[in-house]
């Protein structure tokens, strides 16, 4: 049986009007009505007519996500979360690995290819504020940190204060030789330059020095490069009691030259990560991670586009922030006792 927009409306306890303002993008819905929609088109299955509504519109009912890389584990949840939202509206996702170069960043800045798309949802990693501005795209939302204040709709999480708190968690373990690696200083290294800045904040905060050899570049942020980083710290004698990783996979590749070297986590070494990836709640040890909440990013960067989408064009950009939390696991905490 294929609902209608009544059927949603009923179910809800709001009228048709109201539902339709809340499929097609309108954000002068209260909050708790939104959410009561969602909840009934969640419940029904509704789907939109999209072929009259597309005819009626001009559109085509397909927005895109672009992100630099798909098999980072953190860029394939988000976008997961990001198909479940744009379900709501009835659109479509098509997703874009742009790998993180200036000339697929710009293709799909542009829009991808002739009305292919109606909106697009952008992580960038080389394109700058400047270069967005010049382009004549798309209604668009950025998500990550290369830009920010920019030309469109920004959402994102507050890197230096989540990487404070994570930094701040591990000297609370009694830990003074705090390691970091994934540092880098490429333009590209947005994220990896907010979490170094939340880090030695904490260091500065418990009195504790800024040391150089504890610091690991890595040029991407993958299992092998969280491995290779560790080694490399374990090589020069920096002896670090506990090592934060500006990413989940950096950790998990640290994790394994850890036990390598015949290391215990956590007692000789505590670990930290970023993102709370799925993998790491099945790690061994489970990792202790800094979560920012993927679904309500995707969630916030849809409602941000189908507002631009239902005639916000002109509106001055808008900067969310979204919040995070400590998931402590066994990589910090230690194994439950039995």
Known sequence: MRHRLKDVAERAGVS??????????????????????????AELNYRPNLSARNLRTGRTGVIALAVPELDMPYFAELARHVVTAAGVHGWTVLVDQTGGGPEQERVAASGIGDHMIDGLIFSPLALTADDLTGLDGIPMVLVGERVDHGPADHVAVDNVAAAREVTAHLIGLGRRRIAAIGAQR?????????????????????????????V????????????????????SGARPDAVFCFNDTLALGALRALHEARLRVPDDVAVAGFDDVEDGRFSVP????VSPDKEVIARLAVELLA????GERAAPARELSVPYRLELRESTEGRAQA
């Open 16 to 41: 048709v009007k109201t539902v339709s303002n809340v499929v097609n993008g309108y954000v002068h819905v209260r909050p708790d009505t939104r959410a009561r929609v969602e909840e009934a088109i």
């Open 307 to 310: 507002g631009r989408l239902a």
């Open 186 to 214: 490429t333009p590209e290294g947005a994220s990896a330059r907010l979490r170094l800045e939340g880090y030695r904040a904490a260091l500065a905060a418990a009195g504790l020095p800024y040391d150089e050899s504890l």
């Open 286 to 289: 489970t990792l202790s991670t």
């Open 216 to 235: 690991a570049p890595a040029a991407a942020w993958h299992r092998a490069d969280g491995a290779a980083a560790m080694r490399r710290l374990l090589a």
